[in-house]
């Protein structure tokens, strides 16, 4: 495991340097440039082959052109300033055609550089270097065999045999060369540039098959060229084994020319792959940033836009002061993963993520995918927090709730079962008493006030019991409660409840908010009828309190319908208040039963 990085939710900015600003306006002059010098260079070539002629001046425009925007990306300078050495080579090795001095000698022992040059920067790309120690023997052996080879062939022949004048400079190696022996060894080295191709395309596909994830995408289209490339070169090679008519041959070189004159496809096809990775980014971006989803999605969403289907993602669990991990690890997670740890504003730590180190070369996109997921994490974060917050703030609100009414049931069955009994007996033992005075007026009359006081404030003592928690309420339920307390209205008061118990926080809810709101009928309403509705739907018991009187009442005017209304709010539901549409005033609470 590599070091980890640290990715604050407060930086974000990652400096590409030495990325091309205008890549096409630099590929267009340096394609002008290539094309004005490989006019004049291959001049002897249109004289008798336009067609070859074309074709090998636009290979070096796109070769050249595509070399030079490479080599202005940090990331790829190596490969791009290997392509613009193919172009050069590619160039130098038509100098036969001028077919003076020691031109036709170097064109065939330095021209095969080239495949070289060419197999390199496409094996490479899109890495800095070769990544497997065979494909450096491969090189060597191709380097060795190409040109060495053309040099041994030179060395054993006459200028001639190849088609330039006797007097071109060449190695006189060996006084008399047989042509015959000449011959079988251009077919063995042809046959060995076949078997190289061969190699290539071998090697190229294992390449391809290694990649993942966004540098797959960035080597296909470059390695098909190249396949295309290995491919034309075989059969040119294979034209050259047998015997064929010349044009068949020209043929044959021509279509290795139009292969790589469409190198710069492949890297056109590469950028728009990447406008495309950097579209999915930037949905992600909005994805993230504009919704807040959970940490298992966030992973797999950045699985997506980063296509590393062995993405990690640990969440940050404060009270345990460690990282674990949101779903079950991938089964693609590399052994050297690059760990990136995630933190808040505050610098706090917010997750850890375990991804791809091929991720390294492309900063940008990760950053900014990153950045988002980060974002959402802690967006996340924050809304679990309030959550959890609310929560405990209802939960809170629910056991005062429930202690309120357990502590007034306490009191009614204290009233009843205490104060109460005593004045009982004192009614009772007054009333034997007043058996025993009959004959004594004086002592009757105040045993009879005594006996009047005790059974006013024994009524009283009842009343402040049914004011704390009616005990009707508990043993019969709401529909009995209410209609007990309507009975000492002073309005006419129509009630509709079915008979059937409700959770006993809910009836106690309903009934202290009608009590209430009967209370202010009577007090301010100067109504002549009101009307209590209760019913249940949706899992919640819905009362209506209406009357006709002159309304104008609402929660904010006094504490009492706001107490009511906290009260309902506790246990999960909402009160409200308003005129009705003839007059008068309708309060409605609703409460969750479940």
Not at 3 to 28: E, K, Q, W
Not at 86 to 98: D, K, Q, R, Y
Not at 493 to 501: K, Q, V
Request: glycine residues 10%; contains cysteine; proline residues 6%.
């Amino acid at each position: 495991m590599t070091t980890p990085v640290i990715l604050s939710m407060g930086t974000g900015h990652v400096d590409v340097r030495g990325a091309c600003p205008r890549p096409g306006v630099v590929a267009s002059l340096t394609a002008l440039v290539t094309g004005a010098v490989a006019v004049g260079w291959l001049a002897p070539l249109a004289a008798y082959d336009p067609l070859t002629y074309v074709a090998a001046v636009a290979v070096a425009m796109a070769v050249s052109s595509t070399g030079v925007v490479l080599a202005l990306d940090d990331q790829q300078s190596g490969t791009g300033r290997l392509l613009i050495a193919v172009a050069v080579v590619w160039l130098f090795s038509w100098s036969n055609e001028w077919r003076v001095g020691p031109l036709p000698l170097l064109s065939g022992i330095v021209g095969p550089l080239w495949y070289v040059l060419g197999a390199l920067a496409l094996l490479r790309y899109p890495h800095s270097r070769l990544e497997r120690r065979y494909e450096q023997l491969f090189l060597v052996v191709l380097g060795v065999w190409a040109c060495g080879g053309a040099s041994a062939l030179a060395a054993l022949s006459r200028p001639e045999w190849s088609g330039f004048p006797p007097d071109a400079v060449w190695p006189a190696v060996v006084a008399d060369p047989d042509r015959g022996t000449y011959e079988a060894l251009a077919t063995g080295w042809f046959a060995g540039l076949g078997a190289c191709f061969a190699l290539l395309l071998v090697l190229l596909g294992a390449k391809v098959r290694r990649s993942r994830g966004l540098d797959r995408r960035e080597i296909l289209p470059p390695a098909c060229a190249a396949g295309g490339i290995a491919v034309a070169g075989l059969a040119y090679v294979g034209v050259r084994l047998v015997d064929v008519p010349a044009a068949v041959r020209d043929l044959s070189l021509l279509v290795v020319a139009v292969a790589v004159a469409s190198t710069p496809i492949a890297f056109l096809v590469v950028a728009v792959r990447w406008q495309a990775a950097r579209a999915a980014v930037a949905a992600l971006v909005v994805e993230l940033t504009t919704r807040t989803p959970g940490s298992a999605a966030v992973s797999e969403a950045l699985r997506t836009a980063l296509r590393d289907p062995g993405l990690r993602l640990s969440y940050w669990n404060p009270s345990e002061g460690r990282f674990e991990e949101v779903d079950e690890p991938p089964a693609l997670v590399p052994d050297d993963g690059w760990r990136v740890e995630l933190r808040d504003a505050d610098g706090e730590p917010l997750a850890a993520l375990v991804l791809d180190p091929l991720l390294r070369r492309h900063p940008e996109l990760v950053t900014a995918a990153v950045g988002a997921g980060a974002l959402a994490l802690a967006n996340g974060r924050l809304h679990h927090r309030l959550r959890a917050q609310l929560a405990e703030v209802q939960a809170s609100r629910q056991r005062i709730v429930t202690a309120t009414r357990e502590e007034r049931q306490r009191l009614e069955r204290a009233v009843h079962d205490g104060a109460q009994g005593p004045l009982v007996a004192v009614t009772a033992a007054l009333s034997t008493v007043r058996l025993q005075v009959r004959d004594r007026p004086d002592v009757l009359a105040a045993v009879e006030r005594a006996q009047d006081t005790v059974r006013t404030a024994l009524g009283d003592l009842r009343d402040i019991a049914r004011g704390i928690h009616p005990m009707v309420l508990s043993e019969e339920g709401l529909r009995a409660a209410l209609a007990r307390l309507a009975e000492g209205l002073r309005v006419p008061t129509t009630i509709d409840i079915p008979d059937t118990r409700l959770p006993r926080d809910v009836e106690s809810a309903l009934y202290y908010t009608a009590a209430e709101a009967l209370t202010n009928v009577v007090r301010h309403a100067e109504a002549t009828h009101v009307h209590v509705v209760v019913g249940v739907e949706r899992d919640a018991a819905r009362m209506a309190v209406t009357d006709d009187g002159r309304g104008g009442a609402a929660p904010e005017g006094g504490s009492g319908l706001l107490g009511l209304r906290d009260r309902a709010r506790a246990l999960g539901g909402d009160l409200a208040v308003a005129d009705g549409p003839t007059g008068g005033t309708c309060l409605v609470v609703t409460i969750p039963c479940g």
